[in-house]
């Protein structure tokens, strides 16, 4: 028996401090899933290469099926803020911010991988999460990225 559809998410909301990443409606959370971050999780993300997860606002524009990470939605960073931020220290801001599952190569080390910060920058869940999340987030959903 097929279990019934989640509700569509009118945010999403990451506190990366706690690690969770929670999906919004009516001003309420109603669903909340563990995450990985970047291997330098402190503070916003500044420059192409820094390990970091970004902060602040954005939109979930777009969603990859055909993702090396099982299934990745891209979120809009870099935002003009960030771009600014990026020119006035003569740096890339880098990009490729993405929600996503686990690699797809990893197999049965994705349970364990999870238990810690891997990634380049991105959110990663498992991928039974990131069916969850795929069914509820729509491309234009905003994000919020809380330290």
Not at 6 to 18: D, E, F, G
Not at 88 to 94: A, K, N, Y
Request: with cysteine.
């Amino acid at each position: 028996m097929k279990a019934d559809p989640l509700p569509k998410a009118q945010k999403v909301l990451i506190v990366k401090s706690k690690r969770k990443l929670y999906l919004i409606r009516e001003g309420k959370p109603y669903r909340e899933y563990h995450i990985a971050l970047g291997k330098s999780p402190e503070g916003p993300k500044e420059r192409e290469g820094d390990r970091k997860t970004p902060e602040g606002n954005y939109t979930l524009d777009f969603k990859k099926r055909d993702s090396d990470y099982y299934r990745a939605i891209h979120v809009s960073y870099p935002n003009e803020a960030d771009r600014a931020r990026a020119k006035r220290m003569g740096v890339s801001p880098g990009g490729a911010i993405m929600i996503h599952g686990q690699p797809n190569w990893w197999g049965w080390l994705s349970p364990i991988r999870q238990r810690f910060d891997w990634t380049a920058g991105c959110i990663a869940v498992s991928n039974g999460d990131m069916d969850e999340i795929w069914q509820a987030v729509e491309p234009g959903t905003p994000i919020e990225i809380r330290p």
